[in-house]
T-cell receptor, first 115, second 112 residues
Framework: AQKITQTQPGMFVQEKEAVTLDCTYD???????LFWYKQPSSGEMIFLIY??????QNATEGRYSLNFQKARKSANLVISASQLGDSAMYFC????????????FGSGTRLQVQP | NAGVMQNPRHLVRRRGQEARLRCSPM?????VYWYRQLPEEGLKFMVY????????ESGMPKERFSAEFPKEGPSILRIQQVVRGDSAAYFC??????????FGPGTRLTVT
């Protein structure tokens, strides 16, 4: 079974600085997808970025980029130029490329952006 | 293009009552997933459905919980005889064939 580990329960960052949120995963499958979701205090889950296991380039979406290191089984999220509105819980998740498409989530990292 | 809709947003039930949670997927999405989030935890997969079919229910508790996604209408997650431990946020997500799952706003269930 696959597993996602987020080792940082909480992180602080100054406004306008970059921050990296760590995520490692464990699976024996060769084909899988990795995701990051943001959950603000209002509670909704917002899709941020996706990386496929066969994608050779790191995914980027605006200020979000995914630092994908396949050999190390890590998929860290980098947020550039942090904004106060980035304060939220961030969850890393993965799914296998099988008929079973359930997302497996990590325990999350609470990011607080300070002015 | 409306997002994933869930209702109600908040639901209060007394122990022993039934809870019905509804999810309407995004337009064009035929895959629906239900997840549960306990306070201060990540989301845990419950069930994956396509129209009229349960594809994967490996995360569903064996008793009291059921889910359906009929040909017409929303997907329903039903919890019979609720207990205090069922208090949680229940999220529905939908997708097309691709990986990305888009989440609804969630239903916060409180069992008193």
């Amino acid at each position: 079974a696959q597993k996602i580990t987020q080792t940082q329960p909480g992180m602080f960052v100054q406004e306008k600085e970059a921050v990296t949120l760590d995520c490692t995963y464990d699976t024996s499958d060769q084909s899988y997808g990795l995701f990051w979701y943001k959950q603000p205090s209002s509670g909704e889950m917002i899709f941020l970025i996706y990386q496929g296991s066969y994608d050779e380039q790191n995914a980027t979406e605006g200020r979000y980029s995914l630092n994908f290191q396949k050999a190390r089984k890590s998929a860290n999220l980098v947020i550039s130029a942090s904004q106060l509105g980035d304060s939220a819980m961030y969850f890393c998740a993965m799914t296998l490329d099988t008929g079973r498409r359930a997302l497996t989530f990590g325990s999350g990292t609470r990011l607080q952006v300070q002015p | 293009n409306a997002g994933v809709m869930q209702n109600p947003r908040h639901l209060v039930r007394r122990r022993g009552q039934e809870a019905r949670l509804r999810c309407s997927p995004m337009k064009g999405h035929s895959h629906v997933y239900w997840y549960r989030q306990l306070p201060e935890e990540g989301l845990k997969f419950m069930v994956y459905l396509q129209k009229e079919n349960i594809i994967d229910e490996s995360g569903m508790p064996k008793e009291r919980f059921s889910a359906e996604f009929p040909k017409e209408g929303p997907s329903i997650l039903r919890i019979q005889q609720v207990v205090r431990g069922d208090s949680a946020a229940y999220f529905c997500a939908s997708s097309r064939e691709a990986y990305e799952q888009y989440f609804g706003p969630g239903t916060r269930l409180t069992v008193t």
